[in-house]
């Protein structure tokens, strides 16, 4: 098994309640391209239609209207 450093992650994955929040939250985070995010309710549809997970980039998030 290949060893994680915590100091350089793949990917971090934000999963919060709603669209509004994920907004709300992308729009303060530092830019990064290894941040993704995700509403509770997706990250269930997902796991149960897919069994993976599809969270969403933050510059992706960014420029999403809420719900």
Sequence with gaps: MQSVSKD???AIIYVLSS???IK???SIM???HKLFFISIDE???NI???GQIKP?????SLFE???
């Design 8 to 10: 350089n992650p793949d």
């Design 30 to 32: 530092p830019k990064w």
């Design 43 to 45: 990250l269930i549809k």
């Design 56 to 60: 969403t980039p933050q510059e992706q």
């Design 24 to 26: 709300v939250y992308a």
């Design 19 to 21: 669209k509004q929040k």
């Design 65 to 67: 209207t809420p719900i």
């Design 48 to 50: 149960e239609h897919t």
